[in-house]
Structures are given as C-alpha cells and as structure tokens.
C-alpha cells in the first residue's frame, strides 16, 4: 500500500474545524437575512476563502523539503527571516556571553521548527510570559518562551528558544531532557506569528545576515568550531 504523507500538521485540525464553521454561519445567516445577492456578499465570499486559505496553509508540513546533512553545521529550526545577529549576554542556561541569532517567523511561514542538529536534549525550560511583538529583542526573554539546550557528541551546546508574539498563544513543544536530538526533525511549533532565537558559541561561523531569509531544516545557520 502506498504510504500517504501528511500535509496539514495535527495542531491545525480543530483551528480549520472551528474556521470553516464560523465562516459557514456567518454565510448562511448572510444569506438568511438578505437574500439578494449584493457585492457586498462576494466580499464576504472573498474574505472567507482567503482567512480559510491562510488558516490551512499555516499549518502546512514541508514533506519534500530535504534536510541538510553536514558536518558541524547548526541548521536553520526555523523559516523566516534573520532578524539578529549579535553577541549577547545568555543568563538562563550558560551565564556567559552567546552569538544570538534570530528568526522572525511571519504568518505566512511554516511553523514548525525543526532540531538544529543531531545531539540530546539536556534542558528543557516553559517560562510564562508576555505577549509582544516577537520582532522586539525583549520578546527573548519577556515573552512566553521554551528554552531548549541540545549537546552533540562532541559537547558542543546550543541553546534553541521558541518564543509566542503577539499574534502567537500557543507553543508545541513535548521535550525531556534526554530526548533524542536528530536533525531535521520536528520538536515543536509555535502557533500565528512568532520567533525562534539560537544560541551559538561566539566562535561559530556564521552563514547568514539581517534580512536573509531561511528554510527550517534546509539552511545553515552557522558552523561550529572543534570541540569544546
């Protein structure tokens, strides 16, 4: 039997449900009500196929989308586009300054992040937190947020953070520490809008800029250096 591969990702089941049944009462009513087809009511038509749309496709799975396998590189967990690239002082997990890279996930991207690179999961954090625009750098750290620190075989630490925006409310994510960590995989997704920092030791080579868009599980990121 030929397998079928998902398209739309489980968390969008009841957001699609709850969408093209509110757009059917809305139309049904509309129709109800005023029974004389205006402009007015293509508008609607227009408008409902569009927010449907839109709902549909944020959920999509990239399944033809091929993971990039090289060795020490840290691939892209995110689509969207880099937003920062500095140095910063990381006080949750390492206490000691980081190369920060972020990515701004607009609603029109694939939500799902991906794992970085192969290694295990050794921390794993939910802070509750504000809502802020996710472009803003205090969303970091004042937004509701995951921490997520993965260690690869040579000790090599990288700290991924999922943070909510201001459109976002809920963030996916299932993770222990020790959980397996194989790149390209899925480890969660965060819902309408949003942000995914990165974490890199400030000797890693970086491969992006501002502005540069990137594909969750395709784009590298950065390389990193021997081991630590």
């Not at 809305?26 to 569009?50: E, K, R, S, T």
């Not at 993971?67 to 586009?81: F, K, L, Q, R």
């Not at 201001?166 to 965060?190: K, Q, T, Y």
Request: charge should be neutral.
């Amino acid at each position: 039997m030929r397998k079928i591969n998902k398209r739309i990702h489980e968390e969008g089941n009841r957001a699609i449900i709850i969408t093209f049944l509110v757009w059917a009462v809305v139309i049904v009513g509309i129709n109800l009500l005023w029974p004389h087809q205006d402009w007015w009511h293509i508008m609607i038509y227009v408008i409902a196929i569009f927010v449907s749309a839109l709902i549909v496709r944020f959920f999509r799975i990239p399944i033809h989308r091929k993971t990039t396998i090289m060795e020490n590189a840290v691939i892209s967990p995110a689509d969207g586009e880099i937003a920062a690239n500095e140095i910063v002082m990381e006080d949750e997990y390492f206490h000691e300054e980081r190369r920060q890279i972020s990515i701004f996930m607009s609603i029109y991207n694939v939500h799902i992040n991906f794992f970085p690179f192969d290694g295990e999961v050794t921390y794993y954090k939910y802070h509750p937190g504000k809502f802020l625009v996710a472009f803003k750098p205090k969303s970091s750290t004042e937004n509701e947020h995951n921490s997520i620190v993965i260690k690869d075989a040579q000790g090599r630490e990288v700290l991924v953070r999922q943070i909510a925006g201001f459109v976002a409310r809920r963030i996916v994510c299932d993770l222990e520490p020790g959980d397996a960590s194989i790149v390209g995989e899925e480890f969660g997704m965060i819902r309408f809008g949003s942000r995914v920092d990165v974490f890199l030791p400030v000797d890693a080579e970086v491969n992006v800029h501002i502005g540069q868009k990137v594909r969750g599980k395709s784009s590298v990121l950065a390389t990193l250096r021997g081991e630590r």
